[in-house]
């Protein structure tokens, strides 16, 4: 159906607002461990091989599978993430538990230790949906996952990955100054090992990556991006790989229907949800610790899903910021979550006004 | 009531009935449009134990094995360029309500489909 894109833009406003009154959880992040067994510069949660804090048993997430089974439909989709997942020991016992409970999981990997024994244990417990990360071709993959073997050991697992039978797989890759003139051959990389899909990223401005220039795309090299999505998404398209921009940013509905199939939708807080390894709730993992609204270990999920998680949906904090001068305000909402800091006066980044020169 | 204008809109937004979104740094997963098989005998009854795979793109993508309703239940990515069929195997011989004929159904075009299996001679 062609409808002029203003009208769409009412519509999916429409279409939100019913989103938001349901806040329908359906999918959940269960950070289960921040170890990480790389050591990149752009890692959002500052990622290491050790961790400093007590981080949640396997018993603790067996406990919080029973209480999601029993308190929400099976149709909640559990994302195990990290660190590096496949760091965890009990990655499988916990997969398959929930999977056990009739309930769908996946995982987002970097692929350094996903070999062909792993892959077929993750795929014995049940598992539905696999994300890997590629930032770049070697050299670029390397320096900014801090490893000589990063992209080698990536470019293996994407091959186990396209040649298994997992309902659902794609790549990620986080664009920076460094990998932007690449994005072609990157596509061309993943065509030859038949993936079909592939979504693309800014890096967040969290983390390790919060102060460093290097690697945040300017916005004019966010236009760039863009724009390389939008020439040559059906070509490429039509040698079987789908590009999409990742869920972050609002962009005007003209745009965002050419770089996303479907329209900008910060579903943080909506119908997503995260626990972190310390039990921390939030809307998703990179959420700044002023969008933390409860932990676990202490309080009962469905009374902070329902009452605690305004911020999220309402977004009344933002009439005392910057965005609300904004002629796209109505429409944007402050955008993604996850760019935003409590008390900051603008976001971390905007798609469609450049904030340096605002 | 007013949920009920979600499935529409978002058909006119995208062009598909199918929520398939990855938040943020997250695995991709379909919200919406699961493809649900019942299966049954003859006299309605349902049959439990059935091994069920589905197949997309002729891939063995996933499999389960009917409940107590004769149901099982899958999420798919459900694009224009994938088709969907799922085989229905009784594995387990006599055992929940007899020996029944295996069956091939294409679900590309639905989310619930029930299916009767006609008993083995």
């Known amino acids: 159906m062609k409808l002029k894109p203003k009208i769409k833009q009412s519509l999916h406003s429409f279409y939100k607002s019913i989103e938001i009154k349901e806040h329908k959880l359906s999918y959940l992040f269960i950070e289960i461990t921040q170890k990480c067994n790389l050591d990149c510069l752009h890692c959002g949660s500052d990622c290491k091989a050790e961790v400093n804090h007590p981080e949640l048993t396997t018993d603790s997430w067996f406990k919080i599978i029973d209480y999601f089974e029993q308190t929400y439909s099976k149709s909640v989709a559990f994302v195990l993430t990290g660190g590096e997942p496949l760091m965890h020991p009990d990655i499988y016992k916990i997969g398959r538990y929930i999977k056990e409970k009739g309930m769908r999981w996946a995982m987002v990997t970097n692929g350094i230790i996903l070999n062909e024994r792993r892959l077929t244990k993750l795929i014995d417990s049940g598992i539905y949906s696999i994300t890997l990360s590629l930032d770049g071709l070697k050299e670029t993959h390397n320096w900014l996952r801090n490893n000589k073997n990063a992209f080698d050991r990536a470019n293996i697992a994407m091959s186990l990955l396209a040649n298994s039978n ?27 090992n038949k993936i079909k899909e592939w979504r693309l990223f800014r890096i967040f401005p969290s983390g390790r990556a919060k102060n460093n220039k290097e690697l945040n795309l300017t916005f004019e090299q966010t236009q760039e991006m863009l724009q390389f999505i939008i020439k040559s998404k059906k070509a490429f398209m039509a040698k079987g790989l789908n590009i999409n921009l990742s869920c972050e940013g609002w962009l005007p509905m003209q745009t965002d229907l050419k770089v996303r199939d479907q329209p900008f939708f910060c579903r943080a807080g909506v119908s997503i949800a995260s626990i972190l390894s310390d039990g921390t709730i939030t809307g998703c993992t990179n959420n700044h610790e002023g969008f933390h609204v409860g932990n676990i270990l202490k309080d009962n999920f469905s009374v902070v899903w329902e009452n605690r998680f305004d911020i999220f949906r309402k977004r009344e904090w933002l009439a ?3 965005c609300k001068n904004c002629k796209h305000f109505k429409q944007c909402n ?8 409590m008390g900051d006066k603008k976001p971390k980044f905007c798609y469609e006004v450049d904030l340096t020169v605002s | 009531m007013i949920s009920f204008f979600k499935k529409p809109l978002h058909y006119i937004l995208t062009g598909s009935f199918s929520v398939v979104f990855a938040a943020c740094y997250g695995a991709p997963m379909n919200l919406e449009n699961p493809k649900l098989i019942k299966a049954t005998d003859g006299n309605s009854t349902p049959i439990k134990g059935l091994k069920v795979s589905l197949f997309e793109n002729r891939l063995n993508i996933n499999e389960a094995y009917t409940d107590q309703d004769g149901s099982v239940e899958f999420y798919v990515q459900q694009k224009e360029m994938y088709d969907y069929e799922v085989t229905i195997e009784d594995v387990d011989g006599e055992e929940n309500g007899g020996e029944f004929i295996n069956k091939d159904v294409n679900v590309t075009e639905t989310s619930f489909v029930e299916v009767v299996l006609e008993k083995k001679n």
């Open chain 1, 334 to 341: 402050g955008s993604s979550i996850h760019l935003w800091e």
């Open chain 1, 166 to 192: 997992i309902a659902f797989k794609d790549i990620v890759t986080c664009v920076s100054p460094k990998n932007l003139h690449e994005l072609p051959d990157i596509a061309n990389l993943l065509i030859e």
């Open chain 1, 320 to 322: 005392k910021t910057d």
